[in-house]
């Protein structure tokens, strides 16, 4: 059974940080890129960042570049989310979501989301 569990989320005020987990289990996780998509209410859900499985590569959506990190460690089936410099606008759910690569092509995995509110 596959489980993607996300935690890390909460309230900060504007400017502050928060880093976000998504431990999986039940994949084989090398053969997956990771991804943390957001929704907003009201709002179709977007992609955040990538951390691509192999090669090693990472993509962000511009509104997030420069303030937020996605990073992954394989030897804990985890992949994180350092955000700083949070906005208002980054307040939404957020989701980790595993996709299949290779062998695990067509495969996507999603957690339940985790609510993170940034107060002005």
């Known amino acids: 059974q596959v489980q993607l569990v996300e935690s890390g989320g909460g309230l900060v005020q504007v400017g502050g940080s928060l880093r976000l987990s998504c431990a999986a289990s039940?994949?084989?996780?090398?053969?997956?890129?990771m991804k943390w998509y957001r929704q907003a209410p009201g709002k179709e859900r977007e992609l955040v960042a990538t951390?691509?499985?192999?090669?090693?590569?990472?993509n962000y959506a511009d509104s997030v570049k420069g303030r937020f990190t996605i990073s992954r460690d394989n030897a804990k089936n985890t992949v994180y989310l350092q955000m700083n410099s949070l906005k208002p606008d980054d307040t939404a759910v957020y989701y980790c979501?595993?996709?299949?690569?290779?062998?695990?092509?067509?495969?996507?995995?999603w957690g339940q989301g985790t609510q993170v509110t940034v107060s002005s």
């Open positions: 951390f691509s499985g192999n090669p090693y590569m990472t």
């Open positions: 979501n595993a996709h299949g690569v290779r062998v695990a092509a067509g495969k996507d995995y």
């Open positions: 039940g994949i084989t996780f090398s053969f997956y890129a």
